[in-house]
């Protein structure tokens, strides 16, 4: 059964980025928040909360691979999309197109970051916030 990455308990996020940091290591061999297929930030001040932006996994209208000329977003199994990396050109369409801003892009190679749905993220997040729900 495929699973899906949902950031539903961010009223526990603390803001450790440790979400982030465990994304780039494992998915980018980089550790750098700036790898991360998963962004968390702050909703403004210093007494805010945080929200994590992450890939909805949509299952239908993928706006992410509609949008990409190369056809280098394929669909994933259960939602979601996969970059095969080498049909990338690199316009950044796919970043413009996403409804939620989930698509982060890795300056260095010049492509796309898109969430695998690996779980790695919500496996290292010391308060739950994140989780892997079966679709």
Do not use: W, Y
């Not at 982030?20 to 991360?36: D, I, P, Q, Y």
């Amino acid at each position: 059964m495929a699973k899906i990455l949902r950031a539903n308990g961010m009223n526990k996020c603390i803001g450790c980025f440790t979400c982030m940091l465990s994304c780039a290591a494992v998915n980018k061999k980089e550790h750098t928040t700036f790898k991360s297929a998963i962004r968390v930030r702050t909703t403004g001040g210093l007494t805010s909360s945080f929200v994590g932006i992450v890939c909805l996994g949509c299952t239908d209208e993928r706006a992410c691979a509609e949008a990409c000329p190369t056809g280098a977003l394929k669909p994933r199994k259960g939602g979601g999309v996969i970059l095969e990396q080498e049909k990338c050109i690199g316009c950044r369409k796919c970043i413009d197109a996403c409804i939620v801003g989930a698509v982060n892009f890795d300056e260095d190679l010049k492509v796309p970051i898109v969430c695998k749905h690996c779980g790695i993220c919500a496996q290292f997040c010391p308060h739950e916030c994140l989780t892997m729900e079966e679709v």
